[in-house]
């Protein structure tokens, strides 16, 4: 069976300053790789909604 290893996301106290007051978690790490990115949407993040409702139209 395949398994993914997905990137562990932060929390509110674990990112820079700039971010939205209202999102308390799921934010990745700032330096993430290109491979770490694709396989966030997979993942509950803070975009994986703005993700899958651009992407499923688009194809």
């Known amino acids: 069976m395949l398994s993914l290893k997905l990137p562990r996301l932060l929390s509110?106290?674990?990112v820079?300053?700039?971010?939205e007051q209202g999102i308390l978690c799921g934010y990745r790490p700032p330096r993430s790789s290109a491979a770490d990115c694709l396989l966030s949407?997979?993942?509950m993040t803070n975009?994986?909604?703005n993700i899958w409702t651009h992407f499923v139209p688009a194809w």
Not at 16 to 19: L, S, T
């Open 16 to 19: 820079p300053k700039v971010r």
């Open 41 to 43: 949407v997979f993942q």
């Open 47 to 49: 975009e994986t909604l």
């Open 12 to 14: 509110i106290n674990q």
